[in-house]
């Protein structure tokens, strides 16, 4: 299931109970040539004040391909890895 919360406690709340999951970030306007982006829940990027939920979002899933598959559907970019989540072995 994807949820996409509304505000950062409710983000930093699904990532505290996910530790396994995956988050793709991504802008509303589709304009951001560095999303959408792909992370692992333990990422280092995510902390807290992390981002303006009214211009970006957060797509946060257990299973990293219900993830793709709604990207791939509903964005025409491709989908960009973390380095850093890469290099941990979270994604
Ligand atoms: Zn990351």
Redesign the pocket.
Known sequence: MISIPDTNDEFFQWIKSNREGFIVNSDYASSNSGFPAL??SR?A?FTKDDSDFTKNFKLCSINREEIEEWVRRTDQRTLVS?K??LSKG?I
């Open positions: 992370h692992g990422c990027h973390c850093d989540c979270y």
